[in-house]
Each structure stands twice: as structure tokens, then as C-alpha cells.
């Protein structure tokens, strides 16, 4: 999904959620879950699959009108250091852009 389309789809609110995975060493991808039930990945110009830094791409997503995101992770920080894990999902972070 390029910029202009994720615009297109948030001013005619066919937007559910835009969602920031973390990727642990590799980046950030972005999927945008449509009120239809669709999911879309939001990707960089270049033909780049994930966006290297947060900060950029948070600018980049308010320049499309994105005025929250949710940002997840697949791994806890206590996975990550081998501690015991809850057994509840995280909910991610909603951030305000």
C-alpha cells in the first residue's frame, strides 16, 4: 500500500487499525486492517519490506492522516531474556501521532 492509497482509505474510513510490528534486529512492518476485514502491508518506497527506523516512519504515517497506530511485538523482552512469560497476549501500545 503506498502512501496516497492509505490517505484514500482513511478519509473514505475504511481504516480498522494501522498496527507497528517490532521486529527485533531487522525493523519495523506495517499492516493496516481494513473495517472489511482486509489487511494491507503500508511499505516504503524502494521496494524495501520493512522500515528501518520508528521515528521516520511515524512521520510518515502522520503525513498520511494516521493519527494512532498500535505497536506490538512478536517477542516480550522477558522471552527475549528467557524469563517466564504470562500467559496472556500483550495487548500492544496505542500511540497518538
Same mark, same amino acid.
Given at each position: 500500500?503506498?502512501? #496516497?492509497?492509505?490517505?484514500?482509505?482513511?478519509?473514505?474510513?475504511?481504516? $480498522?487499525?494501522? $498496527?507497528? #510490528?517490532? =521486529?527485533?534486529?531487522?525493523?519495523? @512492518?506495517?499492516?493496516?486492517?481494513?473495517? *472489511?476485514?482486509?489487511?494491507?502491508?503500508? $511499505?516504503? @518506497?524502494?521496494?524495501?519490506?520493512? #522500515?528501518?527506523?520508528? @521515528?521516520?516512519?511515524? @512521520?510518515?504515517?502522520?503525513?498520511?492522516?494516521?493519527?494512532?497506530?498500535?505497536?506490538?511485538?512478536?517477542?516480550?523482552? *522477558? $522471552?527475549?531474556?528467557?524469563?517466564?512469560?504470562?500467559?496472556?497476549? *500483550?495487548?500492544?501500545?496505542?500511540?497518538? =501521532?
Amino acid at each position: 500500500m503506498t502512501g #496516497w492509497r492509505l490517505r484514500m482509505a482513511l478519509a473514505r474510513g475504511r481504516v $480498522e487499525r494501522v $498496527e507497528v #510490528w517490532v =521486529l527485533r534486529g531487522s525493523g519495523y @512492518a506495517v499492516r493496516v486492517l481494513g473495517v *472489511d476485514g482486509g489487511l494491507q502491508f503500508f $511499505e516504503p @518506497a524502494g521496494g524495501a519490506r520493512l #522500515w528501518p527506523a520508528l @521515528a521516520p516512519l511515524k @512521520a510518515r504515517l502522520r503525513r498520511c492522516g494516521v493519527r494512532q497506530l498500535l505497536l506490538l511485538q512478536r517477542e516480550s523482552h *522477558d $522471552e527475549i531474556i528467557g524469563r517466564p512469560v504470562p500467559h496472556a497476549p *500483550d495487548p500492544g501500545l496505542s500511540l497518538r =501521532l
